[in-house]
């Protein structure tokens, strides 16, 4: 497939792999009394029972349209592209951290819970690189189509884009609702 020997996807990839490394290593040097609280509190409220799925489904929705979107508005922007890769380093450090804090605090029940979180969260940073392949490539593209100043159909590029998008925001609320369903009670189940 062409997608798959893209620099442009490698590089991503790189960069999410790396940065995950970053967040174990982050991981380990930090103070261990300093761990993500949030984590553990969206833990404790899944195993008490009191864990607010329409809240927590809105937040995760939101945060993943959030996300996605400023990936999608920066591929219009050629000059701020770059900060795709940005985002995905940042996710894939904050992954490796709470994957990390949550093995140390729950030793093996954390492995179990860490690899429910892994899962939802790996299909949420699929759906991102992807969107962020297709954002740096379209915002080349138009670049490219701009300099070398040629008649194209911005009207049908445009909208392949923003169907590429809500495409993209689609899978991502598919991947709240598992999250906040599926993957909180799995934990219920675990802790």
């Known amino acids: 497939m062409k997608i798959i020997k893209s620099r442009v996807i490698k590089i991503l990839i790189i960069t999410f792999l790396i940065s995950i490394i ?21 833990i404790d409220l899944i195993k008490k029972g009191k864990f607010n799925y329409i809240l927590g489904l809105y937040n995760s929705i939101k945060s993943n349209i959030i996300v996605s979107f400023i990936i999608w508005i920066f591929g219009i922007i050629f000059i701020f592209s770059v900060i795709s890769l940005i985002i995905i380093a940042f996710k894939g450090i904050s992954l490796g951290f709470m994957i990390s804090s949550i093995i140390y605090a729950y030793r093996i029940k954390g492995l ?8 939802n969260n790996l299909f949420n940073i699929i759906i991102l690189i992807l969107l962020s392949y297709y954002s740096i490539n379209f915002s080349i593209k138009s670049f490219n189509t ?5 008649n194209v159909n911005y009207r049908d590029f445009y909208i392949k884009y923003i169907y590429l998008y ?3 925001v689609f899978l991502l609320i598919f991947s709240s609702l598992f999250e906040i369903y599926i993957s909180s009670n799995l934990i219920r189940f675990v802790v």
Not at 146 to 150: E, K, L, T
Request: positive net charge.
């Open 146 to 150: 701009f300099r070398n100043n040629r």
């Open 22 to 42: 970053l967040g174990i290593i982050s991981f380990i040097i930090s103070d261990k009394n300093n761990l993500n609280i949030s984590v553990f509190n969206y």
């Open 166 to 168: 809500l495409i993209f």
């Open 112 to 119: 179990l819970i860490g690899l429910i979180l892994l899962i």
